[in-house]
């Protein structure tokens, strides 16, 4: 198993301009995510999914779309990119069961540069 | 909401005990969960509480008081490389979302 995969791993980009992170994982987990993590604030949760067709937003949406048209697939969409948006971007999955947990994997994370 | 608070930097000797401590408010919740992650690398999950008590895995043990809204990680025989930053993250009742604090850089000196 590949686990959480990640592309690209490092990217560099213009204000105003769009791009998808990637996010695949091979363990048929339901459950999808997208977090980010700025110095000193931890990892914030942007948008997850409970299964594919089913989105939902987290703590900082705004300026993120995502989409989940396969169980392993979880793309996060930038449509302009703003200073504000330079972070690590990772993605995590885990067994989706309502109201338990089951262990959350991450991938090896997107490091994004809006100039 | 979620509040979540842990130290933001210790330090700690070579062979000795360090405890992490992390206090949350929250609307609801469902387990408590400390991550360990390297520098430059993604997160990878230590521990998880859902009921009060000690959970000791190895070196590492992790402590919840729901009704005091505190735990603790507890790390024994400190080694060089358990110099990392230590996420301390509530589950909410819901159970659809992981929120995390700010995390506690630990350096350990020789």
């Known amino acids: 198993n590949a686990g959480v995969t990640q592309t690209p791993k490092f990217q560099v980009l213009k204000t105003g301009q769009s791009m998808t992170l990637q996010c695949a994982q091979d363990?048929?987990?339901?459950?999808m995510s997208w977090y980010r993590q700025d110095p000193g604030m931890g990892l914030r949760l942007i948008h997850y999914?409970?299964?594919?067709?089913?989105?939902d937003q987290g703590e900082v949406p705004n300026g993120y779309n995502v989409s989940r048209s396969t169980t392993e697939d979880f793309p996060l969409r930038l449509l302009s990119a703003a200073p504000s948006q330079t972070s690590v971007y990772f993605c995590?999955?885990?067994?989706?069961?309502?109201?338990?947990?089951?262990?959350?994997?991450f991938g090896p994370g997107t490091r994004l540069t809006v100039l | 909401g979620q509040n979540i608070d842990q130290p933001t930097e210790m330090t700690a000797t070579e062979g000795a005990i360090v405890q992490i401590n992390c206090t949350y408010q929250t609307s609801g919740f469902n387990g408590l969960f400390w991550y360990q992650q390297h520098a430059g690398e993604a997160p990878t999950f230590l521990s998880y509480n859902v009921l009060d008590g000690l959970e000791e895995k190895g070196r590492f043990s992790s402590f919840l008081s729901r009704s005091k809204g505190y735990s603790y990680l507890l790390l024994k025989e400190l080694q060089m490389k358990d110099s990392a930053s230590y996420l301390c993250?509530?589950?909410?009742?819901?159970?659809?979302?992981?929120?995390f604090g700010g995390g506690t850089r630990l350096m350990v000196k020789p």
């Open positions: 363990m048929n987990h339901e459950y």
């Open positions: 999914s409970v299964g594919a067709g089913i989105t």
């Open positions: 993250a509530v589950f909410n009742n819901a159970g659809n979302m992981l929120t």
């Open positions: 995590a999955s885990r067994m989706y069961v309502l109201g338990s947990y089951n262990e959350q994997f």
